[in-house]
């Protein structure tokens, strides 16, 4: 054998003795502290030596070959997915058979599978909302799910009092994200990125524990029960029908964010963000208010929170505050982390798959968020663009276009 | 007002405020040597305080007096705890050093998410009783109706490992290095100190002393899970905000400020909001002073 | 002659550490103004304070704005000290990476223009026409500066001197009354400062804004400069034109010395 090969060999044997020793504690002894008894589960030790031992040499492969792209200096060019996105021949049949299979997915599959899926384009909604935020921004909004949870009780209360609707709370809903977005982002835009997290993740929890506490007005943890789904035209629908109504409903909002964005990304304010990000003194050297761009991509993001949690109280028909953790927002964040900041394909691609994937693999369920957890990791360190990286737009200029004038 | 309601508040707030300066060291020091939050560093003093659990059950079971357990459990906890931090600088902050910052707070996050569940499904999602490590000395008991033994301790070693780690930092050549590696890592790199391995160095002592705190607050309240770390690291980075982030006596000062305050508040106002009063003070001081109590200004640079 | 820029017993204190003392300058419509001085003199420092990004411990800053009403603008921020009508360089070149030429130089023209949220969603006629005035006012200042075939092209992958150019571009397109260059030649082969001396002296000439500039080539400061001003120590030690400053003799001692007539 050549030396390369034992080299290797004897680093993953290291590494593999390194992660059996550390995780000998807590995967190996479990003490029952009633019986009095010790459970050894020399298994697993031997599970992680085998697991260490190949992770360890892939993890080494990935990092050289990371670093062999960067000395190379070129970037790698457009991957297969972004060439397959910017052919229009595919592109444009793709959507429509997309559009197909959303608009009959409900009466191909059963009312379970249609929840589901009404929960996982809920995602959708939230990833390209955070999207504006984390994404073009730049700014890391770890409170999020606070605005999904302030549409979310806005839609249950104002039902439960004036018996509003679904109709007139969606809007509502939206109005009230934004308005809780400026109220939250106000004291915070002068803060640098990583303040900027906790503080968000703060008032995230501030909302929260209100929530939990304030019982007169959110009636604590009891949560609130009895959220009536979106009528249709004052018909009597099912329970079936009124899922389906639903799931349309949800599949037109994506849509509608969907446009929305795309509008913003190409707009005068969408380049005042992305310049923003890319460096914030310069773009104040250039008359761009810091703050009003920020508090715009806030309140836009928290938006679509807003509506998504109003969509959200709609589906279950019970909120409490356990739906609102900082999790969720983790579970928001890591979507749009996987899928590709910035990217709208990415984003929803990332969603639909970090949500559906553990409710179709069972077992799974139990790792999902350890799952989430090694997938922010890996993401930042091996691809930090995520799995559909965001080629920007660009405005090409051609030629012949411009009337010159002379100002 | 009641004095002694006041006094026994104080002395919570003392011993909150210990654990909080326990944990706060780490956030500062990482901080003041790579400009970043560790959010990962409340699930590190969770698994100093699980690694304790075991290994004195373990012991205990197999019948080891008393100071045995205490010892032996304290220094698996420690070098458990240092051996995770270090590991963690490895996995997910050491191939992100020339990434933006944003990077590697999603990175981080991810190693806090990844710890709390890997605890939770190899252990358990319940609370476990925590064994009291801590006797009721036989000298204290004249006094153990104001304070416990158990926040005796607390204090007296928070103390005393806030006294080494300032002898540490200021006297010896691996300090040295750190101080210097914290201003500038080039330079330093140039002066042939190892930053890669002041890095390492650094994690593993903000680790011993989580763990530390870990194991205190663990037989001080008596029951540990999973989720413990989460919500104390965010009050220990509030701390050390307070105090002035990268700063050591800022931490401690900004540790005991938080501790005593929250302890006033739940005591007087209410104790539903006590999360909410920690993230209040956050919002405001970085609001109206976010360099902290004893930190400097910091013009950007242009 | 008007004043542009007026600024009055300028101080500005880091720490114990005063990098500007009591220093006086006047612009004049339409004027090529030079700031010359040694390194650490706190040229670059006084550029900072008076757009806004340091705020000055003492004196008063004037800017005589659009419609011809002097403003004082100290503690302004720099966003609106840029919507008044004052637009800089930065001496390290801070393009917006990831964005094309053309792409830097509509940012620039932000603090011109207003369309919003509805109007981005919308794309309604007036948005639409916004959006065209923009490309082709940037597109326009692009050929002024002879950038015209880069116009596609990420801002980074562009030479040097071409990327202190689009510095100069962008800024050009918030529409300035004064334009502040720091070190505008740095970096430059000869004949390329030489090119940017004729476009200095093009923008003044053809748009009328005045210009002040640090710089320290002193070929290129005594060619194009109608009026220089020697800074040393954050103090003013001299001010006067190219023809004066060369023969000053506080001026050759502290800093120009033999220099000055190469």
Redesign the interface.
Known sequence: MNMPVLNEIKKSLIAAI?FM???F???V???N?IT?T?DWRWK?MMYTGIGAFFLSAVWRYM?RR?EKNQNALEKEGLSIVQKILQVKTFSIPATVLLLIFAIVFPHLFSMHQTNIMISALIYVMLGLGLNIV?GLA?L?D?GYVAFFAVGAYAYALLNLHFGLGFWTVLPVGGFLGAVFGILLGY??L??R???L???T???G??IR??LE?WNEFSFGPAGIANIPKPELFGLDLSLSAKTIYLYYIIVLLVIFTVFVINRLTDSRIGRAWIALKDDE?ACQAMGIDKAKTKLRAFALGATWAGMGGVVFAAKTAFINPASFT??ES?II??TV?AGGMGSIVGVICGALLLILLPEYLRDFG??R??T??????L???FR?GGMIENVRRTYQFKTGETNDIHS | MNPEYLTALILGGLTRGSIYALIALGYTMVYGIIQ??NFAHGEIYM?GA??G???S??LT?HGMPGFGVVFFAAA?AII?AC??GY?LEK??YK??RH?????????A???????????????TSNF??FPGLIPDFEFWKPYSHVMSATELVIIVTTAIVMVLLTLLIKFTRIGKAMRATSQDKIMASLLGINVNQIISITFIVGSATAAIGGLLIASHTGQINAYMG?LVG?KA?VAA?LGGIGSIPGAVLGAFVLGLSESVFTGYVSS??E??F???I??LI??FR?SGILGRDQ??K? | MTSILDVKNLTLD?GGLRAIDHLNLTVNKGEIAALIGPNGAGK?SFF?CITG??KPTAGEIFLTCRNGEKERINGLKPNLVTRKGMART?QNIRLFSSMTVLENVMIGCHSITHAGILGAVFKDAATRKEEKYIVDKSYSILKTLELERFVNELAVNLPYGAQRLLEIARAMATDPQLLLLDEPAAGMNPTETRRLDDMILKIRDEKGIAILLIEHDMKLVMRISETIHVVDYGKKIGEGTPEEIRNHPVVIKAYLGEDIHA
């Open positions: 390194w020793f550390l995780t504690p807590i995967m002894i479990k003490v502290t009095r010790i697993n990092l990371k984390v730049g890391l770890l004291p915070v002068r803060l990125g990583d303040y997290a906790i503080v993740l703060g008032f929890e501030i524990i209100i506490n003194i900082i999790w983790v964040l890591c982390v139990q790792f968020m350890i989430f957890g090694a997938v922010l990791v993401m930042m360190v930090p | 970043l939050i698994i699980f690694t659990l075991i290994v059950t373990v079971m698996a458990y051996c995770y590991t996995i997910a191939p992100l990434a933006p910052r944003l990077s590697v707070l999603i990175s996050i991810g190693m806090s998410l990844f710890f709390q569940n890997y605890v939770l499904l190899a252990q476990l009783p989460f965010i980075f905000v539903d909001y999360d909410v920690a993230f209040l956050l919002v970085l609001i976010p013009t950007q242009v | 880091f670059t900072n990004i340091y930065f």
